[in-house]
């Protein structure tokens, strides 16, 4: 799910390892609840469209590609 996605993305910060969760705009309100009682409401992630589940192949590959960017910038840019 996304929240448990979000959450796993900030352990996983929280030990020192990149991370960010891809999530659907269906679910963003509740991430940022998950991102604030981590205390961390300005916790960045990547947000697709929704839904993906009725997706063929070549939709999703596309739906990839266009977050590339934003992941490789948000995992390149975490402070240390």
Do not use: W
């Not at 309100?29 to 070549?58: C, E, L, W």
């Amino acid at each position: 799910c996304s929240s448990c996605s979000l959450h796993d993305a900030i352990e996983a910060e929280r030990r020192g390892i990149p991370a960010v969760a891809v999530i659907t705009e269906r679910f963003e309100r509740s991430v940022r609840v998950v991102a604030q009682v981590n205390g961390i409401p300005d916790y960045p992630f990547v947000v697709v469209a929704h839904p993906i589940a009725d997706k063929n192949d070549a939709a999703l590959l596309a739906m990839a590609e266009a977050a590339v960017p934003r992941i490789v910038e948000l995992l390149t840019s975490r402070r240390s």
